[in-house]
């Protein structure tokens, strides 16, 4: 009896390092990896998912793992590599500029702060909110960061987080193709909250490791004024923790 539920602990954990070792895998890369039957590796991954370990994004994309494998990796996992690779910069961002960042991941259909610099920012007018899901279309950092997904993973991305009609999609694609040919984006809420932001993506190659926004009043300034001044040096900055990403 404790060999075979040893062997069934291996198994998932086999599992899961193989899943770790990419941002997605196929079903075909993960029984390569693992070993495994294509059955029994079937059924581990319906177990993960259950569980809340693994999540399947699409049939050509496969499957990554999901946000509870970060929590119980500890620190040693991308979005530790991304954090570490990004503070330095936002924090220099910040002491130069005042203003606060905001460093984000996608999490289940929605952007999720891992980072920011809000708390030593004299020009912060809200906390960091991190690890608080926000909407994937309507933050600047969400639209930023789907905007520059590559085409089948942007739209595998969008069928999990939202339902669009026909016209909803066409209109949708091409706000995402303005955002692309600007380098950024504006936060979209149709509210129009006193505070506004502008993100760009986070990039290695066709990759989208996350994105960063600045936080700022609309009182402030317009956004010509905030993409004139600041959309330069936050893809410069995008860039450079890229770059510094392990």
């Known amino acids: 009896m404790a060999g075979t539920v040893m ?4 198994r998932s954990f ?3 390092e193989a899943l770790g070792r990419r941002r997605n895998s196929t079903v075909a890369e993960l029984t390569r990896e ?31 793992p999901a946000d509870r494998v970060l929590n119980l990796a500890g620190a040693i996992r991308f979005v530790d590599h991304l954090v570490d690779a990004a503070i330095p910069h936002m924090t220099r961002f910040t002491r130069e500029h005042g ?7 996608l999490s289940h259909g929605s952007i999720t702060v891992r980072y920011s610099t809000a708390p030593e920012s004299p020009m912060a007018f809200e906390g960091a909110g991190l690890n608080v899901p926000r909407p994937l ?30 016209r909803q ?41 996350g994105s960063l926004s600045m936080r700022f009043p609309r009182s402030s300034m317009t956004e010509e004024e905030v993409a004139s001044r600041y959309g330069r040096r936050l893809q410069a900055l995008a860039r450079a923790i890229a770059r510094d990403t392990a």
């Open 34 to 64: 693992t070993g495994l039957p294509r059955p029994t590796l079937i059924r581990l991954l319906h177990t993960l998912i259950a569980l809340g370990y693994a999540q399947r994004i699409s049939r050509q994309l496969g499957y990554r």
């Open 169 to 209: 999609q066409s209109a949708l694609e091409a706000e995402l193709a303005r955002i692309r040919r600007a380098g950024y984006a504006f936060t979209a809420s149709p509210r129009r909250p006193r505070i506004h932001g502008i993100a760009v993506p986070i990039r290695r190659g066709r990759r989208v490791l």
């Open 99 to 105: 203003w606060p960042l905001y460093l984000a991941t």
């Open 137 to 166: 279309l309507i933050s600047a950092l969400g639209r930023a960061l789907i905007a520059f997904c590559p085409e089948e993973e942007r739209r595998a991305i969008l069928r999990e987080a939202i339902s669009l009609s026909s």
């Open 7 to 10: 062997e069934a602990v291996r």
């Open 14 to 16: 086999a599992v899961l």
